[in-house]
Nanobody
Framework: QVQLVESGGGLVQAGGSLRLSCAAS????????IDWFRHAPGTERVLVAQ????????YYSDSVKGRFTISRDNAKNTVYLQMDSLKPEDTVVYYC?????????WGQGTQVTVSS
């Protein structure tokens, strides 16, 4: 089993940057694909970035491509989401998820607020 804790959210002005962290407990962290989702109230969760277990493969949604960078440090059991050129529409709760063999674990989320 994996427990995930997100951190790094907060308030930032448009054009600014934040780095989110997703720290995992448990063993064999490198077997998990890690996703970052965002979820606004009343809407479905949206995948914004994904990274493979060894970090060689990444995915970004069109809305964040070129602005966000996902990376991982398996020695520290941590995945990062570097968010640059933030826009007010990036304001939402961000969640990380770890997936392997059909099982998905979720963190509790971290709020990002971008002021105009």
């Amino acid at each position: 089993q994996v427990q995930l804790v997100e951190s790094g959210g907060g308030l930032v002005q448009a054009g600014g940057s934040l780095r989110l962290s997703c720290a995992a407990s448990g063993r064999d962290f490198s077997i998990y694909i890690i996703d970052w989702f965002r979820h606004a109230p009343g809407t479905e969760r949206v995948l914004v970035a994904q990274i493979s277990g060894n970090g060689d493969n990444t995915y970004y949604s069109d809305s964040v491509k070129g602005r966000f960078t996902i990376s991982r440090d398996n020695a520290k059991n941590t995945v990062y989401l570097q968010m640059d050129s933030l826009k007010p529409e990036d304001t939402v709760v961000y969640y990380c998820a770890a997936a392997s063999r059909g099982v998905v674990y979720w963190g509790q989320g971290t709020q990002v607020t971008v002021s105009s």
